[in-house]
């Protein structure tokens, strides 16, 4: 069988919107799962817990390489996502704008939390100065300080 090549284009960009289709079908998964993930730590993060100890971050980042990978593929021409059906055209960049929400309110609530670790932190270490201020010997000057001793009275009936 002999296909013109008339017949041979048509049949390459089915072939390429198809591959096209399911390329775009997998970056929303992906934006899906990242735009979970990023919801989820978002909830960690509205509890107080410190950005160190969330579970996400690792799986987030991987994720987030993935997706990077991609729009830079886009980007440097070496990977179209040229998308023929409208529908899925519009579900993609509805995914893309959830995540770019998500990603914003992830990025104020980590700043939150790195400024709550930083306040913890030199709280502590007023502490430690403030102990260690209080049992030296030394005053500021590196001089025996003296220390005033006060004397009360105390009487008895």
Known sequence: MTMTVAKAKSHATRTSAANGDTRIKSLIALIDVLTALVAEENVELAKGLPASRLKQVDEKNRLAEMFERTVAECAAGTTSLNVADRILREQLLERILKLRAAMDENLVRLRAAIEAS?????????????????VSPYGASGRVAVRSVSSGTSRSA
Do not use: G, L
């Open 118 to 134: 930083n306040r913890r932190i030199e709280a502590v270490m007023q502490a430690i100065r403030e102990q260690i201020a209080a």
